[in-house]
């Protein structure tokens, strides 16, 4: 009996969460031109209207753009710094730990307005790099967390017994480091991407005018009317930060089984 | 010349001194084992003569030449660890060729040294598989043949035995010692095992607390103790409080209560400088338990009361009482045990004894 209300108790949580998200994609393939229920038949038109904005495939340029910048920032930093704060001894190792990782304590817009207001204190006006820059500070605590998480697992002796077979460090760390590293860094720099690509808080204080990310640019259409493009949009947005990560766990697990990690 | 050579070595963690003042020479071909407890500077020595570790002081020589400040991948060593250390992500022919991908060796030449190399270790089949396959066993082995494939000048090995079970351990040591003498590779060995260094060393180096307490040939360090902690870290030995009586003539006379007096040769207490305190050595083995009575035949001999049995099959391990000495005795059994409350008649050689001088306490 208990067990029975749980298990119901647990469906009626997941209808919330993911109903939503289910009507999204649903809406996304309906024929009529109002983007409600009810249903007058099932079409792609809004994808193709989609694809024949010229707003939102800039946007969409914007995002993938700065969601590959972010991840790859990110993840050449996490890599080093979890290499520094693992593999050698520095005075306030801690600190400086709880530094990287702050980011993601601090809520977002304290964040965003923080960033923003040091800037002008600097006199340097909104760009590009500053949208890039705020993106790689938010990410680059994820990238940390997992590939220091994977160092730790990778044992100094197995580094050294290349040292002493004649590698220098550097080509042990690309040898030896990097390879057994690979899952930790594929996934932060997954993680990476898909954070960038659906950030809207912070992109919305660091963006320069005229320039529009996905989410950004969905704030905007939904403020003029409720287009089912928007939801055509929403559903392409679930594939790219749903699937990319499933992907990249399966990439992740493969390597892991191969390296028998 | 040595193939490694260290002079007035000292390494501080801080204000720790893990190793003081330690010289060595490690003679072209030979098997030297460091052996001591955890914490007596064994591992940091190791790790000095492989470059992992910077000698706070003192020079580090591998065949005449100072190494202080060359880094260890360019030391020309093998290296071999308790845990294996092989690449999980390499194949075992991968790990093997690994060191000489870094030595310019052509690759007809590269595939042929890692054939011999596996056929050394007896695993000649592996090269396909990935080390998670293997097992403890036959990790360590392709540790080993990684190490030595790249022919190092030292071969450096850090408990290698340690995390294998114990009768693999004993096929894999007498392994190890038949093919170090079959490359004739210089060895340097770190263990706590006392056994591994007797049955492997051609010499060895006992530590303690970062110290160097004897160097000698297994049996030199077994037989003649330089130091009460060398006779109670090897085998069981008893350490008894006597005076040198006399050192008058080849024999050093000892007394002690409730003992028969006992003139041991001159060479079996070479630190002993006169009259005065000693301790008296004694190794259980050498101590015969007789059933009351048997004439001594020669040998020396007291009464006694065996206070506890040790069973182990075999032999046994018999805790006996000597006036006020408490005492121990290892004897093969040849019937049956003595059992507990029985009188018995101690044997034993007078040249089986040792005499070190008193340490004062510190």
Redesign the interface.
């Known amino acids: 009996m208990g067990w029975r209300l749980i298990r119901i108790y647990t469906i009626l949580v997941y209808l919330f969460m993911f109903l939503p998200i289910a009507v999204v994609v649903l809406l996304s393939f309906n024929a009529n031109q109002f983007g409600s229920f009810p249903m007058t038949g099932l079409s792609t038109r809004w994808f193709e209207v989609l694809w024949n904005n010229d707003a939102i495939m800039r946007a969409f340029r914007t995002s993938i753009t700065l969601g590959l910048m972010t991840a790859v920032i990110s993840t050449v930093l996490g890599v080093l710094a979890s290499l520094a704060l693992v593999r050698y001894k520095i005075p306030g190792r801690n600190l400086i730990t709880t530094l990287l990782i702050a980011p993601i304590l601090v809520p977002e817009v304290v964040l965003a307005v923080a960033l923003l207001l040091f800037l002008n204190f600097l006199d340097i006006g909104k760009s590009f790099t500053l949208l890039l820059a705020g993106h790689v500070i938010f990410t680059l605590p994820f990238v940390i967390l997992v590939v220091q998480a994977r160092l730790v697992s990778i044992k100094r002796d197995v580094e050294e017994a290349a040292l002493s077979l004649g590698a220098s460090p550097m080509q042990t760390f690309f040898a030896i480091t990097l390879p057994l590293l690979m899952p930790a860094v594929a996934a932060g720099g997954l993680f990476a991407f898909t954070i960038s690509f659906d950030d809207i808080t912070g992109t919305l204080f660091w963006k320069p005018g005229g320039i529009e990310t996905v989410p950004t640019q969905i704030f905007s259409m939904l403020r003029n009317s409720i287009s089912p493009e928007i939801n055509a949009l929403g559903t392409v947005m679930i594939v790219l930060t749903v699937g990319l990560p499933l992907i990249g766990a399966a990439i992740a697990r493969s390597l892991a089984t191969r390296s028998g990690a | 010349m040595s193939a490694v050579s260290l002079s007035n070595i000292v390494k501080r963690f801080g204000d720790y001194t893990a190793v003081h003042q330690m010289s060595l020479e490690i003679e072209e071909g030979s098997f030297v084992t460091l052996l001591g407890p955890s914490g007596c500077g064994k591992t940091t020595t190791l790790r000095m003569i ?1 470059g ?1 570790l910077d000698p706070t002081e003192g020079e580090i020589a591998i065949k005449g030449k100072r190494v202080n400040d060359v ?9 071999v ?1 308790q ?1 294996y ?5 390499k194949t075992v022919a991968e790990n093997v060729a ?2 000489l ?3 310019n060796v052509p690759k007809d030449e590269a595939r042929r040294k890692v054939a011999a190399a596996l056929e050394l270790v007896q695993l000649p089949d592996l090269g396909a598989r ?3 396959e293997l097992s403890g066993g036959q990790q360590q082995r392709i ?1 080993l043949a ?2 030595i494939v ?1 022919e190092p000048d030292v071969l ?1 090995l850090d408990e290698p035995l340690s995390a294998l079970d114990a009768n693999l351990r004993e096929d894999m040591r007498v392994e190890l010692k038949r093919i170090q003498q079959s490359i004739g590779v210089t060895t340097v060995f770190v263990t706590h095992d006392q056994t591994e260094a007797l049955a492997m060393s051609d010499q060895i180096i006992v530590m303690s607390e970062g110290r160097v307490e004897q160097v000698g040939a297994p049996e030199e360090v077994y037989n003649t103790p330089a130091t009460e902690f060398v006779a109670k870290f090897l085998g069981a030995s008893n350490l008894l409080s006597a005076r040198c009586a006399d050192m008058a003539g080849g024999d050093i006379a000892l007394e002690l209560p409730g003992f028969p007096k006992i003139a041991i040769p001159r060479d079996r207490a070479p630190r002993v400088s006169g009259p005065g305190p000693v301790r008296l050595v004694i190794r259980a083995e050498k101590l015969h338990l007789k059933a009351e009575g048997t004439p001594a035949d020669g040998l020396l001999s007291v009464d006694a009361v065996v206070e506890n049995v040790d069973y182990q099959g075999q032999s046994a391990r018999y805790f006996v009482r000597v006036g006020d000495h408490q005492m121990q005795a290892i004897n093969m059994i040849e019937d049956h045990p003595f059992a507990t409350g029985a009188k018995v008649s101690l044997q034993f050689r007078a040249r089986d004894c040792a005499a070190l001088p008193v340490e004062s306490p510190s």
Do not use: E, M, Q
Request: hydrophobic share 45%.
């Open positions: 492989a992992l880094p260890i991948h360019k030391r020309n060593l093998g290296l660890f845990n250390a092989l690449f999980p992500h690994f060191g991908n870094y030595r990935y080390p998670k540790a990684r190490a790249i450096l």
